[in-house]
């Protein structure tokens, strides 16, 4: 092949359309039937937040108020998910006994229906939630779900690790 077979072949390829993938955008009003890396990374985006995925198959979110959680995608079947798990947790503060995280989650957990603290002996906590599209919801359901989410567990984060007045 001479230089000028070449570079015909190199201006030709320059011409060809690409189909590059292009991330799905947020529709409040879309229904999903099934949940997907695409669909969550539209709405945590339309949530200021940043998404990447793990190396063990789950996704770390870093939201706009500072909370970072973890999403595995559940009840998979098909190649399609009909549920979303998310979890943020929570190291014991050290000025905190385990049975004394033990009662706040209680307390916490009382007073709040939206979210489920969950506690280990350690003393150590998660707020989780789970969500489903058995029938479908909407993105903008799906939104509210997550960002109520990570409200919840920037309240429970401010709960066990109180700001000292004056800072």
């Known amino acids: 092949m001479n230089m000028r077979t070449l570079m015909a ?12 993938v292009q991330a799905q955008e947020y529709e409040a009003g879309k ?16 949530l200021k937040g940043e998404i990447e995925p793990t190396d063990d198959g789950r996704y770390k979110i870093k939201f ?10 559940g ?4 190649g399609k998910c009909l549920g979303t798990n998310i979890q943020a947790n929570f190291s014991k503060p050290s000025a905190k006994t385990p049975t004394q995280m ?36 909407t993105m903008a359901n799906y939104r509210a ?10 309240l429970w984060a401010d709960t066990i690790y109180p700001k000292k007045e004056g800072s």
Request: charged share 15%; glycine share 8%.
């Open 145 to 154: 779900q997550i960002n109520l989410h990570a409200y919840i567990a920037k």
């Open 31 to 46: 229904v999903i039937k099934n949940f997907d890396a695409e669909t969550l990374e539209a709405v945590v985006k339309s």
């Open 75 to 78: 009840a998979c079947g098909s």
């Open 9 to 20: 072949a190199g201006a030709a390829l320059l011409l060809v359309p690409t189909c590059a």
């Open 64 to 73: 706009a108020n500072g909370i970072t959680s973890i999403v595995k995608f």
């Open 102 to 137: 033990a009662v706040m989650v209680r307390d916490f957990n009382k007073s709040r229906a939206a979210a489920k603290i969950i506690w280990a002996e350690s003393g150590n906590t998660g707020v989780q939630g789970y969500f489903i599209a058995d029938s479908g919801t």
